[in-house]
């Protein structure tokens, strides 16, 4: 079978997430055969290399050998069972270590990201339900947020392409200022643009903690609102305000957990813990969906009664699976043995000076870079830009998928030297074949990640 056959195929009988599908009428699918380190192979034996770690879930390259070796090791044994009534030996090792690692000791799991925000949202609510705070009922985001596309999920995620079609049937949240850096006036850096949000968010909690359940965050990097990066001050501003007002504090580091910002988990930079962290993507390298929301006693102690009706009750089917479990596991793991974190600082020294021309390029704009995320904007007046960059860089063997105007490169860690260099020189004549030559489409397309 050839590209042309599934793709034929698909375009036929699947529906593609977060696509509008007649594109594909001229703009083809890329059908993928195989995956190999960074590289993913398309039927006709062109090879891509993904930049973007398929959606950021990938850490250690495709078709890793101790992930695999570990699954097929677990298949052996017991692949799934239902985790009310019943436990296995995979989650509770990992809830072990993730407790160990994130000093929160109860781990609660869903499927995928948007499932585990949904989680902190509705134990936090109930929280303070159970605890003589009911009128704490609503939540606070920050501007240009993700945090799922679910109902609840997309109640805090501050998109207007995802959210407008859905709005009657979302629950109005409060929109707090986003700290990005790219937000500095005049004389100001980043650290003075986050002590400015933080200033807008105690307005927002002086004005309504009474009425509010929690704050939710995407520590460090707004992934979604085009790799926004902030400074760590924000993070222990919020948390201090968090707790003077009486809010919980939320960290959705589903994009940027595991390594992605350069310590384990983004609030590390900040030395704060949250009273949820919201986990997914990475958690099993990229290999199956596994989400997991870990807590403190505090919120554990609310729910631990004799009535059933005071208990989380909340589940799904693949709740805790075992075999994403035992994968989950197996990262763990390659991030001890391997010393992945003192690695990537290697890798991020190694890479800076390949990139210098990049942030020299006249076209581009806050170059910028956080442990293993690199990103820039793009000055240019095509509307279309997202597209043709994602479609000229295809050709040249790279998956990028600009934000809008962003181009970030967001690669497996086990990416080498030559590989980032070869994505170097194919940015760069891509952007010199788009921007400046003053064709190409005005009419603006909404950002899409
Ligand atoms: C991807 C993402 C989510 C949603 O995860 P899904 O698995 O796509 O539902 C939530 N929050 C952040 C910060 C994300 O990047």
Request: glycine share 10%; with cysteine.
């Amino acid at each position: 079978m050839h590209n042309a056959d599934w793709l034929a195929r698909s375009t036929r009988a699947v529906w593609h997430p977060c696509t509008q599908m007649q594109r594909h009428e001229t703009f083809p699918l890329i059908p993928i055969a195989r995956g190999e380190g960074v590289w993913l192979v398309d039927f006709d034996g062109k090879r891509y290399l993904d930049a973007v770690s398929s959606w950021w879930v990938n850490l250690f390259g495709h078709g890793h050998p101790r992930i695999n070796a570990a699954l097929v090791d677990q298949l052996g044994q017991l692949e799934h069972v239902m985790l009310a009534g019943f436990t296995h030996q995979p989650v509770v090792e990992l809830s072990e270590r993730l407790g160990a690692l994130t000093g929160l000791g109860h781990a609660f799991y869903g499927s995928d990201g948007a499932s585990a925000t949904e989680i902190a949202l509705k134990m936090s609510f109930q929280f303070w339900q159970q605890t003589g705070h009911p009128g704490k009922t609503r939540f606070i985001h920050l501007a240009h947020s993700y945090h799922g596309e679910t109902l609840g999920a997309l109640a805090v995620t501050d998109v207007p392409l995802f959210r407008q079609t859905y709005a009657p049937l979302l629950n109005a949240a409060l929109s707090a200022p986003s700290p990005d850096a790219r937000l500095a006036g005049p004389g100001e850096d980043g650290e003075a643009v986050a002590r400015r949000a933080a200033a807008g968010l105690e307005a927002l909690l002086a004005a309504h903690a009474g009425q509010v359940a929690a704050l939710i965050v995407e520590p460090l990097v707004q992934g979604a609102a085009g790799m926004a990066m902030y400074h760590p001050v924000y993070l222990s501003e919020a948390r201090r305000l968090c707790h003077q007002y009486g809010v919980h504090l939320i960290a959705d580091e589903i994009a940027v957990g595991f390594g992605r910002t350069g310590t384990l988990f983004a609030c590390e930079q900040a030395g704060i813990r949250a009273d949820f962290l919201c986990l997914s993507k990475g958690i099993t390298g990229g290999y199956l969906p596994l989400s997991c929301v870990l807590t403190t006693d505090e919120v554990y102690a609310a729910f631990y009664h004799a009535d059933i009706r005071r208990g989380f009750l909340h589940s799904h089917s693949y709740t805790g699976n075992a075999l994403a479990c035992r994968a989950a596991l197996a990262v763990l793991d390659i991030f001890a043995e391997d010393d992945i974190l003192a690695r990537n600082r290697g890798k991020a020294a190694e890479f800076a000076p390949l990139l210098a021309p990049l942030q020299a390029h006249p076209a581009v704009r806050h170059f910028r870079q956080q442990g293993m995320i690199w990103a820039f904007d793009v000055d240019t007046a095509r509307g279309d830009f997202a597209l043709a960059f994602f479609r000229d860089m295809l050709e040249q063997g790279c998956l990028v998928r600009p934000i809008g105007q962003t181009v970030y490169f967001m690669p497996p860690y086990v990416i080498e030297a030559e590989q980032m260099a070869m994505l170097v020189a194919a940015t760069l004549r891509t952007l010199d074949a788009l921007v400046g030559e003053g064709e190409g489409s005005a009419l603006a397309e909404p950002a899409v990640p």
